[in-house]
């Protein structure tokens, strides 16, 4: 049973100063379900996924990731860091190195896998998110849709258990985030657990077990898409939805 | 009888620049490598560590340099401590020149975009391969215009050390100048002589700033 568990969160609440971020956060994910995100902005979905890699520090409650607790050691950061792979928003490729050099450095320096490995897993998973034939370029040299496949195989490359997705197509053009919302849909039919902040309904629809809506800091309600799409059963889910579905 | 401006001069002048350079690449050397541990030191995160080293930049960026020569000419003199003329001066220089260059680096790795070292920790990276491999290559670009401009400052600021008796270029013009009576010849080599040494360095540095302001552009 436990075995099914990769993420669990429990009464987790985070401060920043004055502002309380997160209200007393239960979130249970188990391997292999990909679930989405969704709230207002300020509604704290962020900083909830960026607790589970402890960029963010959290006051109260606990997390277990892949049966490791996160507490404040750097052994457990470093132990849960290796099994969550992260994509942002904002790309953050290393503009000084190569596309593959961007890939084999965690592996090579959390890893401590030889180079050659490294780059013959880097070229795997660039063929994968269809960019193989860009390695040698530096990441300003590609497309914003390019660059985040990059980063998507980047995080890929240190083998995760679980990735994590914050607003990866928000700081895309339009034309550009079909490429990277088809390459994280080939990733969750190929059974990566996923936990995605993001505004695209049409992906939640596609590929969530469950979307979760947040206000707040708090869940207000999740559900399997279906449900949740037409069904909301709160008045803020329903505001939510309204607001953001008028511009589809 | 007054002798002129001629080669033996000329070569006494020559002997004062290799001194400059030399005392320059010295207190360089040693200005970096200890300015990069401050500027460390500066970001680690740790309140207390922090504030420390912000005393330490603001003392030596806060007082006079020639305060800060005749403190460890003069004053280590007074503990026992008898230095060699040009020890004391590069120790001085290297000092101070520890407290700019670590200024600058703060600046420049704080001028690195948090994402960077956001990504690098999600990637399971350690502090020293974050620094290393991601903050400092991109914090050394960045600071590379003001780090040029700061080697200028150096090599003129140099002079200076001519006030506790050591003979570089300028009191190396000031001797031969008292010699011939030829102060504005004297002088006007003694000036060339420091803008070749600046100019080219002043004209990387502009050249790499505005390239610099290209990239950032795009």
Request: with cysteine; net charge positive; aromatic share 8%.
């Amino acid at each position: 049973m436990q075995d099914h568990i990769l993420i669990e969160m429990m009464g987790v609440q985070k401060w920043y100063g004055g502002y309380q971020a997160l209200r007393n956060v239960d979130l249970t994910v188990r391997r292999g379900e990909k679930i989405v995100l969704c709230g207002p902005s300020g509604s704290g979905k962020s900083t909830l996924i960026r607790c589970i890699n402890r960029l963010e520090a959290i006051q109260q409650g606990s997390i277990v990731v892949n049966g490791h607790r996160l507490d404040d050691s750097i052994k457990a950061i470093d132990v849960v860091r290796q099994d969550v792979g992260m994509v942002f928003q904002s790309f953050n490729l290393f503009p000084h190195m190569t596309v593959l050099q961007n890939c084999t450095l965690a592996p090579i320096r959390a890893r401590r896998i030889s180079k050659t490995e490294a780059e013959a897993t880097a070229r795997k998973y660039l063929e994968r998110v269809r960019i193989g034939d860009q390695a040698e370029k530096y990441p300003a040299q590609l497309s914003g849709g390019q660059q985040q496949r990059v980063a998507i195989a980047r995080a890929l490359c240190m083998q995760p258990k679980v990735m994590l997705f914050d607003e990866p197509t928000s700081a895309l053009d339009p034309e550009m985030v079909k490429e990277v919302l088809d390459t994280m849909i080939g990733l969750a039919n190929d059974g990566m657990t996923m936990i995605c902040v993001t505004h695209e309904m049409g992906f939640a629809c596609q590929v969530a077990d469950r979307v979760i809506f947040m206000a707040e800091g708090q869940i207000i309600e999740e559900g399997a898409p279906d449900a949740f799409f037409r069904n909301p059963q709160h008045v803020r889910t329903r505001q939510f939805l309204g607001e953001i579905l008028a511009h589809h | 009888m007054v002798p002129h401006f001629g080669l033996p001069e000329f070569g006494f002048l020559l002997r004062g620049l290799q001194w400059t350079v030399l005392l320059t690449l010295v207190a360089f050397a040693g200005g970096c490598t200890a300015g990069l541990a401050i500027a460390l030191l500066r970001t680690c995160g740790h309140k207390g560590v922090e504030w420390i080293t912000r005393i330490y930049i603001g003392i030596f960026q806060g007082t006079p340099l020639l305060l800060q020569l005749f403190v460890v000419y003069y004053g280590l003199a007074l503990t026992g401590l008898k230095l060699d003329a040009f020890v004391a001066v590069a120790i001085g220089f290297t000092v101070n020149a520890s407290a700019f260059l670590g200024e600058i680096w703060r600046g420049a790795i704080q001028a690195v975009p948090r994402g960077q070292t956001e990504a690098a920790m999600a990637l399971g990276l350690h502090y020293s391969s974050r620094m290393r491999d991601i903050v400092l290559p991109q914090a050394i670009r960045i600071s590379l215009p003001a780090t040029i401009g700061y080697l200028v400052q150096l090599i003129k600021g140099t002079s200076l050390a001519a006030i506790v008796g050591f003979i570089e270029l300028a009191r190396a013009g000031q001797i031969v100048s008292n010699q011939t009576f030829q102060p504005l010849l004297v002088f006007g080599v003694v000036g060339a002589m420091y803008f070749v040494l600046c100019w080219p360095l002043s004209w990387w540095g502009s050249r790499m700033e505005a390239r610099l302001a290209l990239a950032s552009q795009r």
